[in-house]
């Protein structure tokens, strides 16, 4: 159905697609004797201080194949979000749109979507109950409020990373840096973090695992500012590759996201007492 179609296709990108990056805005001076690592510890340290974001995604995800998103995120003082999403290889069902307010999650599916259930074209997921409820799939969404900001701390890990060289990203000069990286490295370079730090940063790799991902290759595009501006992730999955980069259009500006009108929308919760 249509409708499911868009509900797998946003939850699959959902678990990859949040996984984004930034950092907020540290000292400007950067001593010229910084080394490489050093860069990329700075620019990790930053995350922390994150209220929102604005991104756009492209790349192939391990089950969806290709894939391309616009998103945008406020993470205090609470959490929203909202992400236009398009899978290149699903054809006509492949584009949804989800949305997170009030601890809810909503996943549209445009026209085809409608189609399939009596003219509603958004489906509504209570984040709060998708716990209890079990699955694979819900197990997907419960992370839908999980803080983007945590990969680009995975390169903090890495044993080789190097600096690159200094590139151009939509107008903003950047330096690259570039490293590999196994989970087991990065887990255990959390060891000196704070504890809420390292819960936080460790919470990202849940997903990877459940994909058999267990080495990274990763790009990562720093400013002047500190400020991350674009960064790729690839790796061998269990079920395919995954070669994602993400590219910030701008940070801790107020974002605003709102439910769909409640007539266009379907609960989940009782479409499933109705089966």
């Known amino acids: 159905m249509a409708a499911s179609s868009a509900v797998r296709v946003g939850l699959a990108v959902l678990l990859l697609g949040t996984g984004a990056v930034a950092c907020s805005k540290g000292d400007t001076e950067e001593s010229p004797k910084m080394t490489p690592a050093a860069a990329v510890a700075k620019a990790a340290k930053n995350v922390e201080d994150i209220t929102s974001l604005s991104y756009r995604m492209t790349g192939r995800t391990p089950e969806e194949g290709r894939v391309k998103a616009d998103a945008?995120?406020?993470?205090?003082?609470?959490?929203?979000?909202?992400?236009?999403?398009?899978?290149?290889?699903?054809g006509a069902d492949g584009t949804a749109e989800i949305?997170?307010?009030?601890?809810?999650?909503?996943?549209?599916?445009?026209?085809?979507?409608?189609?399939?259930?009596?003219?509603?074209?958004?489906?509504?997921?209570?984040?709060?109950?998708?716990?209890?409820?079990?699955?694979?799939?819900?197990?997907?969404?419960?992370?839908?409020?999980?803080?983007?900001?945590?990969?680009?701390?995975?390169?903090?890990?890495?044993?080789?990373?190097?600096?690159?060289?200094?590139?151009?990203?939509?107008?903003?000069?950047?330096t690259h840096y570039a490293g590999t990286v196994?989970?087991?490295?990065?887990?255990?370079?959390?060891?000196?973090?704070?504890?809420?730090?390292?819960?936080?940063r460790e919470k990202s790799?849940?997903?990877?695992?459940?994909?058999?991902?267990?080495?990274?290759?990763?790009?990562?595009?720093?400013?002047?500012?500190?400020?991350?501006?674009?960064?790729?992730?690839?790796?061998?999955?269990?079920?395919?590759?995954?070669?994602?980069?993400?590219?910030?259009?701008?940070?801790?500006?107020p974002v605003t996201i709102v439910a769909p009108a409640a007539k266009d929308v379907a609960d989940l919760a009782e479409m499933l007492k109705g089966a």
């Open 72 to 90: 945008k995120m406020r993470l205090k003082p609470d959490v929203a979000m909202s992400m236009k999403i398009t899978a290149l290889d699903q």
């Open 99 to 174: 949305r997170l307010v009030d601890k809810a999650m909503f996943i549209g599916g445009g026209a085809a979507a409608a189609k399939e259930m009596d003219g509603k074209s958004w489906i509504k997921f209570d984040l709060s109950t998708l716990g209890a409820a079990g699955g694979e799939s819900l197990g997907a969404a419960g992370q839908a409020d999980k803080n983007p900001a945590q990969e680009s701390t995975f390169l903090t890990g890495s044993k080789d990373v190097k600096e690159v060289g200094t590139e151009t990203v939509d107008g903003v000069k950047t």
């Open 205 to 253: 790799l849940e997903q990877y695992e459940k994909l058999g991902i267990e080495k990274f290759t990763m790009d990562l595009w720093v400013g002047e500012d500190e400020l991350t501006k674009q960064f790729r992730m690839r790796g061998a999955g269990d079920k395919g590759p995954l070669d994602m980069t993400i590219t910030f259009d701008d940070f801790n500006k």
């Open 182 to 200: 196994t989970l087991d490295e990065f887990r255990d370079s959390l060891k000196k973090e704070t504890k809420v730090t390292r819960e936080a």
